[in-house]
């Protein structure tokens, strides 16, 4: 006899899924109007590696959320945590797109150095949520997870400072691409579906 009942972790990856579906449409229609008005755009290198970036956490969260499929009671307050994570990541996308109201919208650079450390600071409150994610229910060690405390104390430090030099946000963003490229090679194994 089937069932037509679904898992505790199916109903709450529902809502994770929506929620990370929203930031993701954020991302991609703010990208599709700035591309579609590239001649009257000013495209910024380290704008646009956060972008990239962000879009790669909102699938990775979505991706990492289904290592949770065997936990087979879900409680209130767990649900709110897992959800902290995915509603930063929206509320990232939204600080990091341009609206179409916003004065910066076709100078991508400007936009970038006015709202840095707003990114920064929520991007810093994600790989706080993201350790602690790892720690309480992947059981993860703070020492695997080192990586994420440097990023963690970069980005404070920089939001901290408030630097304007442009080849100190280059050099993040290079490392940015350099980390994920490094994560994504080794971690091949670990990111599967089964």
Known sequence: MLSNQISAFEYVSILVSIILGLGITQILSVVSDLVFDTPKV?????????????????????????????????????????LSYPVVLFVLSKVITPQEDDVDRTDLKAYYYRRYPTIFGLMGGSVLL?????????????????????????????????????????????????????????????????
């Open 42 to 82: 000013k495209f910024y290198f380290p704008h646009t590696v956060w972008i990239v970036f962000l879009l790669f956490l909102h699938i990775q969260d979505w991706f990492i959320t289904y290592k949770l499929k065997d936990i087979p009671v879900w409680y209130l307050p767990e649900l709110f945590f897992i």
């Open 130 to 194: 993201s350790i602690l994610f790892n720690a309480y229910l992947l059981k993860l060690s703070l020492i695997e997870q080192w990586p994420l405390a440097v990023f963690l104390a970069l980005l404070l430090g920089l939001m901290r400072f408030k630097t304007q030099k442009e080849a100190v946000h280059i050099a993040l963003a290079t490392l940015l691409i350099l980390g994920v490229g490094a994560a994504i090679w080794l971690e091949r194994f670990n990111w599967v579906i089964r």
